[in-house]
Antibody
Framework: QVQLVQSGAEVKRPGASVKVSCKAS????????IYWVRQAPGQGLEWMGL????????SYAQKFRGRFNMTRDTSTSTVYMEMSSLRYDDTAVYYC????????????WGQGTTVTVSS | QSALTQPASVSASPGQSITLSCTGT?????????VSWYQHHPGKAPKLIIS???NRPSGVSNRFSGSKSGNTASLTISGLQAEDEADYYC????????????FGGGTKVTVL
């Protein structure tokens, strides 16, 4: 079946970096965009950006330009989100999800990865 | 502050119908028919329940329906059931430079 499986929870110090993975299975990897969405504690969902696994092009929400970097590995059908210079307010659950077009709804979601930034 | 505006909470008794609103602008909901709705139970992954304003994915109960008028989209849940208690988020494609997709702040639905 179609699945997005994310890497496990992370605890990082402020200023550190973390790389979260999202492995796709059950469909042709290059035919769907992968989005990242985060939910901070007590907050709503927030769209971070997308990557097109076909060519690797990316688009980031303005708030997430600079410290966030999405990449993909087509050989393993995996997308990565690397976050650098972590701050306390990066503490959140990070979800990967897919959409067949940029305008399309997000029809399959990963289980979420909790990233905690704590000293 | 979310780009789309949703009421923070709605509550109703089992069997009743409720309508959740999602207000955007002429750059998103008012411009495109690319509104979707997600049901989110805490601790689980969000679930798509409505796409493209009013399309219900396979397997989603027909008690969920969507519509749009101007800059406001709506989600109606009829015959409310205990398992409908969750957070509901709307989202839309947007023409704004700052991002491609925007979410609402979410509505907490409580079944009394």
């Amino acid at each position: 079946q179609v699945q997005l499986v994310q890497s496990g929870a992370e605890v990082k110090r402020p200023g550190a970096s973390v790389k979260v993975s999202c492995k796709a299975s059950g469909y042709r990897f290059t035919t769907y965009f992968i989005y990242w969405v985060r939910q901070a504690p007590g907050q709503g969902l927030e769209w971070m950006g997308l990557i097109n696994p076909s060519g690797g092009s990316t688009s980031y929400a303005q708030k997430f330009r600079g410290r966030f970097n999405m990449t993909r590995d087509t050989s393993t059908s995996t997308v990565y989100m690397e976050m650098s210079s972590l701050r306390y307010d990066d503490t959140a659950v990070y979800y990967c999800t897919r959409a067949v077009r940029v305008v399309s709804a997000m029809d399959v979601w990963g289980q979420g990865t909790t990233v905690t930034v704590s000293s | 502050q979310s780009a789309l505006t949703q009421p923070a909470s709605v509550s109703a008794s089992p069997g009743q119908s409720i309508t959740l609103s999602c207000t955007g602008t002429s750059s998103d909901i008012g411009l495109y028919d690319y509104v979707s709705w997600y049901q989110h139970h805490p601790g689980k992954a969000p679930k798509l329940i409505i796409s493209d304003v009013s399309n219900r994915p396979s397997g989603v109960s027909n008690r969920f329906s969507g519509s749009k008028s101007g800059n406001t989209a709506s989600l109606t849940i009829s015959g409310l059931q205990a398992e409908d208690e969750a957070d509901y988020y709307c989202s839309s494609y947007t023409s704004k430079f700052t991002e491609d997709v925007v979410f609402g702040g979410g509505t907490k639905v409580t079944v009394l």
